[in-house]
């Protein structure tokens, strides 16, 4: 992780307390070095991170791809006078820009919150609401993590789980109401909006 020295980096990312590139990044760098990671070498981690990502996407070792019609279903919720939109990952902004872009889905311009407004899931969530303009009469959280289960159960909000049979099995554990596999079937993916349930 660091020239200095992160030899074992504990990859299980459950286990950390906030699931986020920055709260993992901090949490491991605690534990490592016994003090709080600094702006200049979050910064430069920043950049080494991305600067890998681009390298595997250049050599074809990893492949950023859009899950089946999420772009053709952004662009209809983006165009719906009855919803907005807004982006929250854990994710740096940089590598998350990447990987958006890289995908080809059309997310530019959402509102949106990354791990630079962490470190908590819990606070990225609120800040890409607070962004995206106001009050509204239903919040829902799609995700396809665990821990985006979690974070929707903390704040109150109705969850919709994303993910195939496997993925699908695991966030129904964690108290996800309703899981679709992919956004192909648009009707289902607007009736599920409405009746998704807080986890």
Same mark, same amino acid.
């Given at each position: ?85 807004? $982006?929250?990952? *854990? +994710?740096?902004?940089?590598? !998350?820009?990447?990987?958006? %872009?890289? #995908?080809?889905?059309?997310?530019? =311009? ?49 969850? $919709?789980?994303? *993910? +195939?049979?496997?993925?699908? !099995?695991?966030?129904?554990? %964690?108290? #996800?109401?309703?899981?679709?596999? =992919? ?17």
């Amino acid at each position: 992780l660091f020239r200095s020295g992160i030899h074992e980096l504990n990859t299980n990312w459950s286990s950390y307390e906030h699931v986020t590139d920055l709260g993992c990044v901090q949490e491991a760098f605690a534990t490592a070095f016994d003090r709080a990671i600094t702006e200049q070498e979050l910064a430069k981690f920043t950049d080494c991170f991305v600067g890998l990502l681009r390298k595997e996407q250049q050599q074809g070792t990893a492949v950023f791809r859009e899950i089946a019609g999420a772009s053709a279903i952004l662009k209809k919720l983006s165009a719906d006078p009855q919803w907005a939109v807004a $982006l929250a990952t *854990g +994710g740096w902004k940089q590598s !998350a820009q990447f990987k958006i %872009e890289t #995908a080809g889905i059309p997310a530019q =311009n959402l509102p949106s919150a990354f791990a630079e407004d962490g470190p908590s899931r819990e606070s990225i969530v609120l800040r890409a609401i607070e962004r995206a303009g106001g009050k509204f009469n239903r919040i829902v959280s799609i995700g396809d993590a665990d821990w985006d289960v979690r974070t929707a159960r903390r704040l109150g909000l109705p969850f $919709l789980g994303v *993910g +195939g049979p496997r993925r699908a !099995a695991r966030l129904r554990n %964690e108290g #996800a109401s309703h899981v679709i596999e =992919n956004y192909l079937d648009q009707d289902v993916f607007y009736r599920l909006l409405e009746v998704a349930r807080i986890p």
